[in-house]
């Protein structure tokens, strides 16, 4: 069963515009929320993460969004970049347990068009 | 400064031979994991390490055997290999338990079994 879910394999924008990549969750027990960004031929690394006791953190041109209610939270990038192309992973774990706990969404390819 | 380093890159198995994929971190950390990833589905974590000389189950730990004995090195084995291991292997590592502590990633090994 899928518990974390990327409804959209792949996007694409143009370059300057917003991205917006979404994500949403089926477990209650998730209160801790990752993004990764990853490139062809190398592994995933990590992008900005979010705790459920806030609803946006901000690092630069990248803010996530979370909804606790909807059980849904979304990755922003402003302005896109052609460097941004790449597949991003959303990540959730409960709070009180480590990496062994954390699922993958399936991931979205960005493709920024310049 | 490697992070973390996989080899080997690529592989192409026979079903029923055997092989070891090998995880080599320089950055001191405690904890080492293997994922798997396939297409439509997100990284599954197959078994992780939160010591020198432990080892403990992950997801999708059937077909998969691992040994960490010495802390910059995780080994993960296929004693005898079947189609269905066809995937990218990833190894990661993080520095502690903290929920927050992220994931650093290698680059991954495609293994194709036939």
């Known amino acids: 069963d899928q518990q974390v879910k990327q409804n959209s394999p792949s996007l694409s924008v143009q370059e300057g515009r917003i991205s917006i990549l979404n994500c949403d969750y089926t477990?209650?027990?998730?209160?801790?929320f990752l993004w990764y960004k990853k490139y062809p031929a190398e592994g995933p690394t990590f992008l900005i993460s979010?705790?459920?006791?806030?609803d946006k953190n901000e690092d630069g041109r990248f803010t996530v969004f979370l909804n606790k209610s909807a059980k849904h939270l979304s990755l922003h990038i402003v302005p896109s970049q052609p460097g941004d192309s790449a597949v991003y992973f959303c990540a959730a774990s409960p709070l009180n347990f480590g990496n062994e706990k954390l699922t993958f969404g399936t991931g979205t390819r960005l493709t920024i068009i310049p | 400064n490697a992070g973390v380093t996989q080899t080997p890159k690529f592989r192409v198995l026979k079903t029923g031979q055997s092989m070891t994929l090998l995880c080599a971190q320089d950055m001191n950390h405690e904890y080492m994991y293997w994922y798997r990833q396939d297409p439509g589905m997100g990284l599954r974590l197959i078994h992780y390490s939160v010591g020198e000389g432990t080892t403990a189950k992950g997801k999708v730990p059937d077909g998969y055997n691992v040994s960490r004995l010495k802390k910059q090195n995780f080994l993960l084995g296929l004693e005898s290999a079947a189609p269905s291991q066809t995937s990218v292997y990833f190894c990661?590592?993080?520095?502690?338990?903290?929920?927050?502590?992220?994931?650093?990633f290698g680059n991954g090994t495609r293994l194709t079994v036939t």
């Open positions: 990661a590592s993080r520095q502690s338990s903290s929920y927050n502590s992220p994931l650093h």
């Open positions: 979010i705790s459920s006791i806030k």
């Open positions: 477990n209650s027990m998730f209160d801790y």
